[in-house]
């Protein structure tokens, strides 16, 4: 990526990138927007922090031989809810 | 295939088991090999273990262990980079975040690892419109059942 793009858009004004890939500004009320894309299936659109929060909970989720054995009583309740 | 894990200390891993995903793990992005490892001591978990990187090991869950029936839909760009036709044949894991006290254990349902076992290719998929939480507290969730 090199730098920012920036543009002004008005209502039902859209871009498209790649030629692929078409982005809608279908309202504006106050300080929020609403955006319609429309792009192939293969292309994934998320909420940019969904994205950031999967990735944070992944970078968490990393795990130590020192840290393991907090599973102890998890994996003892576990069984036990199995075994009633 | 011999590997020194800080997690697991050192395992022989079979080439055949090590499972590939093309787009890595969000936030590693370059970690794209693991193998799916048991954990004698917890049973009901599994260990995800990065071949490329000995040192980044993850505790991992089957959802549909907490939730019996864990729903996950796959886009057909899903099933075609997984060349998976049917989601039940597919091993589904969510990330486990540990913590010291165990009522805070939590699993991150919104993105599951997603591996066709006959193929062995991965994705973790990220899920937008469920209910299904980020943060699901395991220890509070798994109580005894009814009785």
């Known amino acids: ?84 | 295939m011999i590997l020194e894990t800080e997690l697991l200390g050192r395992i022989t891993i079979p080439e055949e088991d090590v499972i590939t995903l093309p787009e890595g793990l969000l936030g590693f992005p370059e970690q794209k090999h693991y193998i799916i490892a048991t954990l004698l001591d917890y049973p009901h978990f599994s260990c995800l273990q990065c071949v490329d990187d000995p040192d980044i090991s993850f505790i991992a869950v089957d959802p549909r262990m907490i939730i019996e029936d864990y729903q996950l839909v796959l886009s057909d760009a899903d099933k075609q980079d997984l060349q998976l036709q049917d989601i039940n044949t597919a091993l589904i894991l969510v990330m486990v975040v540990l913590h010291p006290d165990p009522q805070n254990i939590t699993a991150n349902l919104m993105g599951p690892i997603v591996i066709n076992p006959d193929r062995k290719i991965g994705k973790q998929i990220v899920i937008t419109n469920s209910q299904y939480s980020l943060k699901y507290k395991l220890y509070s969730q798994t109580a005894p059942k009814a009785g």
């Open chain 1, 1 to 84: 990526m090199t730098g920012v793009l920036v543009l002004s858009r008005k209502k039902n004004e859209a871009i498209v990138i790649d030629g692929k890939i078409e982005i809608r500004v279908l309202e504006i009320k106050g300080d929020t927007v609403r955006l319609g894309v429309m792009a192939p299936d293969a292309v994934k659109v998320y909420r940019q922090e969904i994205h950031a929060a999967i990735m944070q909970e992944n970078l968490q989720a990393q795990v130590s031989s020192h840290n393991l054995a907090v599973l102890k009583e998890l994996q003892l309740k576990i069984k036990q809810s199995e075994e009633k």
